[in-house]
């Protein structure tokens, strides 16, 4: 079975699901070039964090590799009252930065939700 992602699907559905929850998400190429992106209140470098998330993943990828694991699919990362979730779609990266209130399985939720078959 082929499903097909929607990058503006997801995109919109997160925003509409986490409300004034979410700061910023991106969505880059694996590489770290801006796909698509919503930037709530603040202005936020984006492309500096896409960069460095794009890096970090290529990084994990490897450490993975070299332990004889799979590349991970997504990380977490924790500071005082925040995440920053990275997950790792096909060949892009979706990048949210959030209270730390919100449920990650939600945010897993409307991702899955936002894929369809063709």
């Known amino acids: ?3 097909t992602i929607d990058m503006d ?3 919109n559905n997160l925003i509409k699901d986490l409300g004034p929850s979410v700061y910023f998400i991106l969505i880059s190429s694996e590489n770290g070039v801006i796909k698509k992106s919503y930037i709530n209140e603040e202005e936020f470098n984006k492309a500096s ?3 460095n998330i794009s890096q970090l993943y290529e990084l994990a990828e490897e ?3 070299s332990i004889g ?3 991970p699919d997504f990380n977490i990362i924790h500071t005082d009252n925040y995440y920053i979730l990275s ?6 990266l979706v990048i949210l930065l959030t209270e730390d209130q ?3 399985k939600g945010v897993f939720n409307t991702i899955n939700n936002s894929v369809a078959p063709p």
Do not use: W
């Open 1 to 3: 079975m082929t499903l």
């Open 9 to 11: 699907v997801i995109l």
């Open 49 to 51: 964090i896409s960069l």
């Open 63 to 65: 450490t993975t590799e």
């Open 69 to 71: 694991l799979h590349s």
């Open 87 to 92: 997950i790792k779609i096909l060949e892009h």
């Open 102 to 104: 919100v449920e990650v």
